[in-house]
């Protein structure tokens, strides 16, 4: 058993920074030294939502400090991040090649703790504590399955390697793996927050010739033209049924975009991509909206799609490297994602600072 510090959340609606115990990794468990974990919307609404004490965080990176008998994916000393939806591999969405929808170890597969890493793990007053997303990342250890680690190279930096575990992910995949966005093509992204910036890139990335930053704030559109956006429209609040910015949208593109991206998590623009993008242009939903809400069947037509991806149908071995790369060619901005770092003593502020938009991204670093 190991002392360390963790962010508990105590299922009432509060948090605060407490003395725990993390064991032994199990024969497929891996032990971490988390380095960097990043702050996100998922992590505040856990706090709140969640009836139940845990280890909050599920955005990590750091340095393995201890592996199970049967553990071969890293050493001990390898740097790693943490992905959040952990593939079992053998189960059908695994075997379809969704490992984000695995039906045992998913966030979604609603199976409780059943077949993760196991809750004893890690202990408050000699009670087994659960781990949020079964990483518990604002800890400086914790433990987590083999298949939720992925080895990186030692020369990037351990917050930006946090942020590519969700947000990043999120955004480059929605756009690469679940839109499979073409060359050439025209391609709009609704809120240009941590997610939303992702989005531009990869579409940047991928070779769409046309890449319009859509939100209400001047600042994040400028923002928005750093990672790659070639037009900006301001959408004025109460133009909620997007009319005013579609019909900007076909002054830029003709008939409508072939894509539209939602990455704000307002109920209310869960139809918002619809309305911009051409007859059977696709429309993505990346930010997980889950509210019920109301809108016209006639935006559907004729034949668009309307998708959900979770976590940029995310396949950590194969996507994470992937995006490495493209940092390491410049192709990818990551380190400029960070607006700020916080101590663990601090998430307060980050908190602050994320729900009031003054920040694209935050990081809890650990030393
Ligand atoms: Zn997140
Ligand atoms: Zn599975």
Not at 155 to 173: E, R, Y
Request: proline share 3%; with cysteine.
């Amino acid at each position: 058993m190991q002392t360390t510090k963790a962010v508990i959340s105590d299922g009432k609606g509060n948090y605060k920074v407490s003395t725990i115990q993390v064991g032994k990794p199990a024969e497929d468990e891996v032990q971490i030294q988390i380095k960097a974990s990043g702050i996100c919307h998922t992590d505040w609404d856990s706090i709140q939502n969640w009836n139940k004490e845990f280890i909050v965080g599920h955005e990590g990176a750091g340095i393995v400090t201890a592996i199970g008998s049967k553990v071969s994916k890293v050493q001990v000393g390898d740097h790693v991040v943490l992905n959040w939806a952990i593939p079992c591999g053998q189960c059908f969405q695994c075997r379809e090649g969704n490992l984000h929808i695995c039906e045992n170890h998913s966030p979604v597969c609603g199976c409780g703790l059943k077949g993760h890493a196991h809750p004893e793990a890690t202990h408050k007053e000699n009670k087994p504590l659960e781990r949020s997303f079964h990483l518990g990342t604002m800890s400086e250890h914790t433990i987590v399955k083999e298949a939720a680690v992925v080895k990186i190279d030692k020369d990037i930096p351990f917050a930006t390697a946090a942020i590519v575990g969700c947000g990043v992910m999120t955004g480059w995949g929605s756009v690469i793996n679940a839109a499979q966005l073409q060359a050439g093509s025209s391609a709009c992204i609704i809120g240009c927050g941590g997610v939303g910036l992702n989005a531009v890139q990869a579409a940047k990335l991928a070779g769409a010739a046309q890449v319009i930053a859509i939100d209400i704030n001047q600042e994040r559109l400028e923002q928005a033209y750093k990672f790659g956006a070639t037009h900006g429209i301001i959408a004025e609040k109460d133009d909620v049924d997007f009319i005013n910015v579609a019909k900007k949208v076909r002054e830029i593109t003709g008939r409508g975009a072939d894509y539209a991206f939602e990455c704000t998590a307002i109920p209310a623009l869960g139809s918002a991509p619809l309305a911009l993008v051409r007859n059977a242009g696709t429309a993505v939903q990346v930010s997980g909206i889950e509210q019920r809400i109301d809108f016209d069947c006639e935006l559907f037509e004729w034949d668009k799609k309307y998708i959900n991806p979770l976590y940029g149908m995310c396949n950590p071995d194969r996507d994470f490297p992937r995006i490495f790369s493209l940092y390491k060619n410049k192709n990818l901005l990551l380190d400029e994602l960070i607006t700020k770092t916080y101590a663990m003593e601090n998430l307060q502020q980050g908190f602050d600072d994320l729900l009031n938009g003054r920040i694209a991204k935050g990081v809890v670093i650990f030393d």
